[in-house]
């Protein structure tokens, strides 16, 4: 069956984009003369984003335009372009009257055209890219690089003066800025959010973001929806819902809308100023409330509804179809006036309607009238020293974090909590660094055993509080350990933290990490882009601890046992990514120590929140991190000798399984010689060549041998080491254990038992490759086997381990 | 700084989850009997939930409770369970006394004892697994197996009758109900929302899934927000928000709420019972008035708010702490009755203060008249054939995929893009099965090239129209094709389809396909557990087609570049995923016609959607996508010898450089041996032990010989090749090119040059690795280069790629 076509069922003048302006606020605070530089400069912003997206010559149709002058390939989204310079216009007013310190984000993904003109007006682009000049030879460039080989995105990428937020995938734009504004109390961050983008689900959860706004210490963040009404095809959701619907969503999200909606170019430059003043007020008035009583309240924040059309002051009609205002206008709105002299009239037309020869000098460069209307030095949005966070950003003080250790004197006798003291070295970092470090978690830092945190700084809340919540709840609206059950936007503020110039920490389940799988990537991407990048000014890593980790999650079951992110992490740059399994709770700190030092990186860290066995005193835990791969010479019985087998285990459970087989190997055959690796540095295992931290093939095939069986117990799917270390002289030798999608609700050995990573299993794997145990090692063979069969049955019988296994030490 | 604890900053009476319930809707329609019966149930659900989480013997407390009889390892949560099974006791109401068709899904993850109470007693549970028998026996293995090694999880797992919603991961149980509800007309989803989940950015969005239900033709989703108050350790933020701002929230998301507030149960249950009537009533109005007039309108559907005490009913206090109705109820409220006598006695008067004596007969079986309470048959919950979706699957009618290929005469001379006959036998599939499939992509369908499916249906939408939506727009109330942007609830949406016995096609563009890996990862698991439950029926495979792939994303840049998905598809169990790489449009439509026809997978399918070279005829497609790999003897001139370079390809732009490569080389180098081979199933590359795909090693080694280079050229990261072929025979002849994170705004030459995938890379990679050519390639490889210099360049200058080399022919 055919659908008939659906007969249209609104009352279309109460949600539509055109006309003359419909306000929340009324008042027409611009003068005439004001009204019209606007209006000018606004234009010429239009007429940029068209040159971008169509001319390679004649930028300032100077001379008639000849279709050798069209790029051959025309690529960048007009639609979005009008609204998101239409807002950047009037940002510079209220910066410029009331001296703001305000950056801006711009969600619509492809929408640059619409940022890169006002930006170029303002000066700040040429600054940065000086062959890009303000004069017609410059903007010929800027033009024809727009997205061009070799040149710059479509999008506000990294290369974009002013922007932290490339929005290529959408839905971050709200969590970044309110990343942005935390503890930047005199900032205002301004960020636009796509209609399309709205829909996603990070972006939806976001709008709650407000929940955790301080206004005595953090900045504002002021959200505007841009209801430009479609996507690539579609209406937008938020655009075709009723009026009231949208407004009490706003309000269900805790914001006061303010509705700016229609086309007319006079009444809506008069709305948008009335409304922007109204709510730069609102916020003044806020923050002076609660800076002036030291009352951190959660109020209304003021938010913006812009509706305005789609393609806005371009063509309305092309070929018959309506394009303003419409999906049409989404992209390039004629794709063919290389080929169609009608469309190529249309081009024409079209530009010089903005009379770019009232906008531009006999050089090319704005003229003053309109170029005074731009802030100056800093203030100007593309030169904001808070999206360049590098420049701002100051290294935290650290304290020693080898104070924080575990002290013993023999290894593997005593059980420790891993990640129990990294939480007393993070409350210090806390301490030392109240306003420059946050702590991130999705309602897990106590759960992950970090919660001497909360001596220092709890968990934030302003929302409603309980009367019980001073037991032990740890919530205050002072704190700086932020807590949302959504990685989405934990990762987007911790993100726009970093990028801003600040420093942070986040925790999360291992299983779930997979949630922020694509934030991670595109995170990478743009820390990989900065990298070559001179003016981008170093951030802080992003630091991101994995805990709660598959191998004791055998109680939570299947769902919870994934350690598949560190196979998404090895896909990225390895000039910006880093992983480590410290075993213990001393190579933790040190590991903690060195990423939180660290810049530009995204450092992974697995490590389980549990008990487990102490190997290294702090001073060996140093040596062992900074080398970041090493042998255990107290775990090996080789010295002086080829070893006859290479243990090798990365990740904290592996290697208690891999010393208890080391064990019963040498209980066995008193003669075997055994060589114990232990990495924590995974990157160890690539050559040289791949990644900065990779070993050397000649260190490589020093401590592993290159003809010794290897077994190598690995804390994620057995692959990811044979992809690194494929290359590698021993490789044929190399057998690897790992997690390989076998469990449900087990104890943690039967776990590692159905995995075979426990050290039964690997006890006869081990037998199995060393060539001289072939025949005299069926008899151990055979009895570790009963051991195995032995431990299962004690865990079907009493739904826990035997404790003298699951509690093992190293007896020598 | 240490925070001061805040006072409590709120009138809690206005939003406190104690009391007298609090109601929208007014009515007591319980009788005293029927309240009085309720209540019973309801206390044996909550005697059976702390049953589960602590008891390994004496079940219905026959003997004073003794210590040995407590299981030694206390799982499982409380805090949820009390408010799922007061709302399965109430829906056990509304079906029996309506007569209603109806499913239960369960948001809070860890609520299982919840539901698992309730579906024990009423049958269901006891039907599949006779074990666990309704009478004291049974459940003492009920209780002791519940989060236990062996046994079954503390989430609605698959083994869960009744379930299509695990919730281990949160965030998807919204848009899992509305994918049941599509095309079930006379069914109602009912699902329970947790309040933590809510915060998640998927549930987010997912609440905007009422825009795309018809009540003509579809079924209706009953959300119920459990306000249970607290995560883990947290508040959450639904329940910290005013009255107001929810109530405006849910407006605002297009529903009608209705308040159930308190923790009185009498006037809970009545207050219940009166909005469920009221909810069921309303629906059944909506939906009498679309059906009645064939008006497919949006109304606003109800949905319910129930505030209810965390941990309902449990202790109110342990160890001076408060319990019941906080955080401290989440999991297990006193975990130290083994150790603690106090804690022991407090657990004993728990369990009897629900008076099992009264609920359950001589035999430990429910007693006749709480046991009528529940519905009969297929109408209980548990046994609702929807929620084993696989008994009500109705094979696909399948129009024949050879008549939608495209002729020719020789392989290797036209381009076409390959998806667009894809999309024409998908229309013809929606044609011949209009109630049984639907096809799925965020807003890029038409930009998929997949638009003549809009032949036949159109895009859902039944918010508010435009005029200018005729035109071209594709809307209508009565498609089936579903495009929203967010990934999350599209996948969430096609699972629910799926698992309620129905067929779908997502299609999605490859860089973003990362935001649902956790969704992916989650649906695999459950596949592979289904597989091992012998009651649970075939459902049909998640058909997963990623398009706008990586080396034609050039122009949109390195956020668009991102072929990782693949790595993280090869983690999940080899017996639930599939991978395949057609190049062209014949091979395309050979793997979705087999993909569309087989059960209990993720198919994973790869193909750009531009134009390309098309290969094989419809004869040579089906020959070569059921082999999965083969030789393609008209691209290779080894014919009865060996060769001196095996040649290999996966994906269509790698196939194109490859050949491309070839002929290079046969041209300069005519007595050259070159064996093409294409691989469209990847598994093929893995040994045949590790995947029911996987090639014998005698087969791969006749294929790719045991000595001769290889050069693969592949479509995704090149390391993904070497994880699959470790461990066959010459894969240290093996030279993988991929994507290796390089690229920017570029040409798509530019781009394949950048990752050394292009056929100027590979041909002089080969003449590195073929003996013979040494020295005497060392001309042509200088050649190379400079035709590939030449290729850069002309793309820095023109911004498109010279057409012969973009689209180059097969010479011979």
């Not at 983008?197 to 301080?214: Q, R, V």
């Not at 999906?327 to 770019?356: C, I, T």
């Not at 936007?489 to 779930?512: C, M």
């Not at 062992?624 to 087998?645: F, Q, V, Y």
Request: aromatic share 10%; with cysteine.
């Amino acid at each position: 069956m055919v659908a008939t076509p659906p007969k249209p069922t609104t009352d279309i003048s109460s949600i539509s984009a055109f006309g003359t302006a419909r306000a929340t606020v009324q008042g027409s605070p611009l003068s005439g003369e004001e009204l019209r530089k606007m209006h000018a400069f606004w234009r010429a912003c239009n007429y940029l984003a068209v040159g971008m997206i169509y001319l390679r010559d004649n930028p300032l149709l100077r001379e008639p335009l000849k279709i050798e002058q069209i790029k051959k390939r025309l690529l960048g989204h007009w639609g979005s372009s009008p609204g998101i310079s239409f807002v950047y216009t009037h940002l510079n007013r209220v910066i410029k009257n009331q001296d703001l310190d305000m950056i801006y984000l711009v969600g619509p993904g492809h929408g640059a055209p619409g940022y890169l003109g006002p930006c170029y007006l303002e000066g700040t682009y040429s600054e940065i890219y000086p062959e890009k000049s303000e004069d017609e030879e410059g903007m010929k460039i800027f033009f024809k690089e727009f997205s061009f080989p070799g040149g710059v995105g479509s999008h506000c990428t990294p290369e974009t003066p002013g922007s932290i937020h490339e929005g290529g995938e959408l839905g971050y734009s709200i969590s970044h800025a309110y990343g942005a504004a935390f503890d930047n109390p005199d900032l205002i961050v301004t960020v636009l959010v796509g209609d399309g983008e709205s829909e996603t689900g990070p972006l939806a959860t976001s709008w709650h973001s407000n929940k955790f706004i301080n206004p005595v210490r953090d900045g504002a963040v002021l959200p505007i929806l841009h209801l430009n009404g479609y996507k690539i095809n579609n209406p937008t959701i938020p655009a075709r819902i009723s009026h009231e619907e949208l407004e009490n969503l706003f309000r269900g999200y805790g914001y006061t809308p303010y509705f700016v909606e229609g086309s007319d170019p006079e009444t809506m430059h008069q709305a948008m100023a009335a409304t922007l003043d109204h709510c730069i007020g609102e916020i003044k008035k806020i923050q002076q409330e609660a800076r002036s009583t030291g009352n951190a309240f959660r109020p209304r924040w003021p938010m913006i509804v812009l509706r305005s059309p789609k393609g806005w002051t371009g063509p309305e009609e092309v070929n018959g179809h309506k394009v303003e205002g419409f999906w049409r206008a989404h992209q390039v709105p004629m794709a063919d006036v290389a080929k169609n002299p009608e469309s190529f009239q249309l081009l024409e037309n079209w530009l010089r309607g903005y009379k770019p020869e009232e906008l531009f000098d006999h050089n090319g460069k704005l003229i003053p009238e309109l170029k005074d209307l731009t802030p100056k030095g800093t203030r100007r949005i593309g030169a904001n020293p808070h999206a360049n966070g590098g420049l701002l950003r100051k290294d935290l003080r650290m304290p020693d974090f080898r104070q924080y250790g575990v002290k013993f004197d023999k290894p593997a006798q005593i059980e420790a909590e891993n990640t129990k003291p990294l939480g007393v070295f993070l409350r210090d970092v806390m301490k030392w660094n109240p306003n420059n470090f946050r702590v991130f978690g999705p309602d897990e830092n106590t759960s992950n055993k970090l919660q001497a945190i909360y001596e220092v700084s709890k968990k934030f809340w302003i929302a409603e509080f309980f009367p019980e919540d001073l037991d032990g709840s740890e919530l205050s609206p002072d704190g700086r350990v932020m807590e949302m059950l959504s990685e989405h936007t934990l990762e987007g503020w911790l993100e726009g933290y970093l990028l801003t110039g600040r420093h942070g920490f986040f925790s999360t389940y291992e299983a779930f990490v997979h949630v922020i799988d694509s934030m991670f990537n595109q995170h990478a991407k743009w820390l990989d882009i900065c990298r070559q990048l001179s003016w981008r000014a170093d951030i802080s890593s992003l630091n991101l601890l994995i805990t709660s980790t598959v191998w004791r999650q055998d109680h939570n079951g299947f769902t919870h046992q994934d350690p598949g992110f560190l196979d998404l992490v090895v896909n990225k740059s390895a000039e910006v990514t880093r992983i480590y399994l410290p075993p213990d709770v001393n190579s933790l700190l040190s590991v903690a120590d060195h990423c939180l030092r660290s810049k530009n990186y995204v450092n992974v860290i697995v490590s389980d929140k549990q008990s487990h066995l102490q190997y290294m005193d702090m001073d060996a835990a140093i040596t062992h991190c900074t080398k970041g791969i090493g042998i255990w010479d107290w775990a090996s019985n080789d010295r002086g000798c080829e070893p006859d087998l290479v243990m090798a285990s990365a990740g904290d459970i592996p290697t208690l399984e891999a010393l208890a087989a080391t064990v019963m190997l040498r209980e066995e055959f008193p003669d075997l010689k055994i060589r114990f690796i232990n990495v924590v540095d995974l990157f160890k295992m690539q050559p040289d060549t791949e990644h900065p931290h990779g070993l050397s093939d000649r260190d490589f095939d020093s401590l592993f041998t290159i003809d010794k069986p290897i077994i190598f117990n690995f804390h994620g799917y057995p692959w990811l080491i044979h992809r690194l270390a494929y290359r590698r002289t021993n490789h044929k030798n190399l057998h690897v254990r790992g997690y390989k999608e076998k469990g449900n609700i087990n104890t943690p050995l039967e776990l590692a038992i159905q995995n075979q990573i426990d050290r039964y299993s690997i006890a006869m794997d081990a037998i199995d490759r060393i060539p001289s145990l072939k025949v005299a090692g069926a008899h151990a063979k055979e009895k570790f086997k009963n051991m195995q069969i032995d431990c299962r049955n004690y865990a079907h019988e009493y739904g826990v381990d035997k404790a003298d296994v699951l509690h093992w030490k190293w007896p020598y």
